[in-house]
């Protein structure tokens, strides 16, 4: 299996622009995982689905960012517009369900916002 | 979520044990301590998980004590490869785990 794999690995956009995101799991992973890393705050997680249904995305800073899934091989997260404070590393992982802790990382997604 | 403490960094030479340590005193009974490592520009990849006393595999030792409040991560002679920030998490029941800002482990030749 290839991983978790995202797309694109890098992008720089501009103020106000929109941002999307891209995530493939690892096939037969049942749940799914947006973080947000940066020096100051650390590893965050913004959103996690189950079988596709968003549980808990108390961690979405605010309504500018949106996450979907609509199958079990695809997510995407998006900005929506974009600002500065949104630079960061966005890593999405997936785990293979039950009470597992074992989540898989993707390569991340380094985002700069100008 | 039960929070956990850990030092922001430490040096250690290659060839040596490391003993990483975490404090987390509101352990819940269902919490699972686990324990993650990351490479510069990589994602965090899963090294060991345990719910009490010792676990091994092949990359690392965890020691859990009784109460459960803290753990010691234990990695066998390092190397300069093990450089990278380690975290320690606990979680109960679902699949959220809090990161933090982790360990910072510099190996030194």
């Known amino acids: 299996d290839a991983g978790v794999i995202q797309s694109p690995r890098h992008e720089v956009t501009e103020m106000g622009q929109e941002v999307t995101l891209r995530c493939k799991p690892i096939s037969g992973h049942n749940s799914l995982f947006w973080y947000r890393q940066t020096m100051m705050r650390g590893l965050e997680l913004l959103i996690y689905?189950?079988?596709?249904?968003?549980?808990?995305d108390s961690g979405m800073p605010e309504d500018r960012f949106s996450a979907k899934m609509p199958n079990a091989s695809f997510s995407t997260l998006k900005i929506q517009p974009s600002e500065p404070r949104d630079s960061a590393v966005y890593f999405c992982a997936s785990v293979e369900g039950g009470a597992s802790y074992e989540q898989y990382f993707g390569p991340g997604t380094r985002l700069t916002v100008t | 979520l039960a929070k956990t403490t850990q030092p922001i960094s430490m040096d250690s030479y290659e060839g040596q044990e490391v003993n990483i340590t975490c404090s987390h005193n509101?352990?819940?009974?269902?919490?699972?301590i686990t324990w993650y490592q990351q490479f510069p520009s990589q994602g965090p990849r899963f090294i060991i998980q345990?719910?009490?006393t010792k676990v091994t595999n092949e990359v690392a030792s965890l020691f859990i004590p009784a109460d459960r409040k803290s753990s010691t991560l234990s990695l066998p002679r390092v190397s300069l490869s093990d450089t990278a920030v380690y975290y320690c998490l606990v979680a109960g029941g679902n699949n959220r785990l809090a990161f933090g800002k982790g360990n910072q482990v510099v190996v030194i030749p």
């Open positions: 345990g719910y009490k």
């Open positions: 509101n352990i819940a009974t269902n919490d699972y």
């Open positions: 689905f189950n079988n596709n249904v968003p549980i808990d």
